[in-house]
């Protein structure tokens, strides 16, 4: 079964940095890649981040180029959304998901019940 579980989120000043933990079932890491999708009212559905099994290589929004990154830690069952330089437009609850394969259009299939970045001075 697939399970995922963010966190990390919480309130950060402009410029400010975050963490966001999500932690996945092995099943999803074994069969899916991982990837971070965020939702913030009024806006649509925006892909950030997603992290290929394969080798690694990450695919990011352009939105977020440079200033997120994602990383993975396989002992502990663990994917990082690594936040920096956030800005007034970033706030959104994020959502760690499962995809089946990561590419500049990936598409989340499943994922957990979010973690709420509010930016604000």
């Known amino acids: 079964q697939v399970t995922l579980a963010e966190s990390g989120g919480g309130l950060v000043q402009p410029g400010g940095s975050l963490r966001l933990s999500c932690e996945a079932s092995r099943f999803a890491l074994d069969y899916y890649s991982i990837g971070w999708f965020r939702q913030a009212p009024g806006r649509d559905r925006e892909e950030v981040s997603c992290l290929r099994s394969s080798d690694g290589r990450t695919y990011d929004a352009d939105s977020v180029k440079d200033r997120f990154t994602m990383s993975r830690n396989n002992r502990r069952n663990m994917i990082y959304l690594q936040m920096r330089d956030l800005r007034p437009e970033d706030p959104a609850v994020y959502y760690c998901?499962?995809?089946?394969?990561?590419?500049?259009?990936?598409?989340?299939?499943?994922w957990g019940q979010g973690t709420q970045v509010t930016v604000s001075s």
């Open positions: 998901a499962i995809t089946p394969m990561c590419s500049e259009n990936w598409v989340p299939a499943g």
